[in-house]
């Protein structure tokens, strides 16, 4: 019974987050044919590539107080060390997508964070705590704008070494 009910909660948050995610039109989500430790690959249509992509762990529970600290800003600390295992050999952008069963609220975070700084190759940072913010269209936009500046830093400096 309760493998059932986690099962359901995981189905329901991974349509929740297809949902959320798909909202804007340029961008598409669909499950990975293998299992690379996300739930999502998350595609965002590109005038200059034919896409980028960055990969989401999606959560759902009744009790999200087991997944995130009581004031949801932060991912708690167990769940955030098995997330970074579960990710840190990827080599693209990955999220997590929590969200509370009872309410439909979904909270983003970055576990590997896309990472521009001024004339630094851009990079990846593993996070050594998760910070989250409720997943609004303004959130959405901003982890959007992340992956797409951290795509087109790539390919600046790719054409800058020629």
């Given at each position: ?27 598409s989500v669909e499950r990975p044919s293998h299992d690379y430790g996300i739930d999502l690959l998350v595609s965002v249509k590109s005038s200059e590539r ?113």
């Amino acid at each position: 019974m309760a493998s059932d009910k986690a099962r359901f909660f995981a189905e329901r948050a991974e349509y929740l987050a297809t949902m959320f995610l798909t909202r804007p039109p340029d961008v598409s989500v669909e499950r990975p044919s293998h299992d690379y430790g996300i739930d999502l690959l998350v595609s965002v249509k590109s005038s200059e590539r034919s896409a980028e992509l960055f990969g989401v762990v999606v959560k759902g529970d009744i009790e999200v107080e087991k997944t995130l600290l009581s004031d949801r800003s932060r991912v708690r600390a167990t769940v955030a060390t098995a997330l970074r295992k579960q990710v840190e050999h990827a080599t693209f952008p990955i999220g997590v997508l929590i969200f509370d069963m009872r309410t439909d609220e979904g909270y983003f975070g970055w576990v590997l964070q896309p990472r521009v700084a001024g004339s630094v190759s851009p990079g990846l940072t593993l996070q050594s705590s998760i910070d989250v913010a409720a997943l609004d269209e303004e959130r959405l936009e901003h982890v959007v704008a992340d992956v797409q500046a951290w795509y087109n830093a790539r390919l600046r400096r790719r054409r800058a070494l020629g």
